[in-house]
Nanobody, 124 residues
C-alpha cells in the first residue's frame, strides 16, 4: 500500500509559478516511479509529467514541456512539480500517482496508487 498526499496548490495569476509537492509513505520511495496528472472541469484526466525511480528519466506532456519540471527527493519521500509561466488552461486538480512496476509511464492505467489531488487555479 502506498499513501500519497499532495500540497502546494492555490490561486495564481497567469505567468506566475507554483510548486506542487507529493509526499509518499507505505513503501520504499526509491522503488517507485511517480507521475503527475490533472483534470480540468468537464474534461478527462490527462498526463502531465512522470519521473523514473532513479530520477534520471523524465517525461512531459507537450502542453507543459519547457514550463513544468518534475523532480524527486528520495531522502524526503517527496516528488515535486515546479510549474512556471502558468496559463489559464493549466487550471485543474493535480494528482500524483505511483507506479510499482515500470520506470515511469505516460499512461494513466499504469499507475497503481493515487493521491486525492490539489486544486490549481490560474487567473487571466
Amino acid at each position: 500500500q502506498v499513501q500519497l498526499v499532495e500540497s502546494g496548490g492555490g490561486l495564481v495569476q497567469a505567468g506566475g509559478s507554483l510548486r506542487l509537492s507529493c509526499a509518499a509513505s507505505g513503501r520504499t520511495f526509491s522503488t517507485l516511479a511517480l507521475g503527475w496528472f490533472r483534470q480540468a472541469p468537464g474534461k478527462e484526466r490527462e498526463f502531465v509529467a512522470a519521473i523514473s525511480w532513479t530520477g534520471r528519466t523524465t517525461y512531459y506532456a507537450n502542453s507543459v514541456k519547457g514550463r513544468f519540471t518534475i523532480s524527486r527527493d528520495n531522502a524526503k519521500n517527496t516528488v515535486y512539480l515546479q510549474m512556471n509561466s502558468l496559463k489559464s488552461e493549466d487550471t485543474a486538480v493535480y494528482s500524483c500517482a505511483a507506479d510499482l512496476s515500470t520506470s515511469g509511464s505516460t499512461k494513466e492505467s499504469q499507475y497503481d496508487y493515487w493521491g486525492q489531488g490539489t486544486q490549481v487555479t490560474v487567473s487571466s
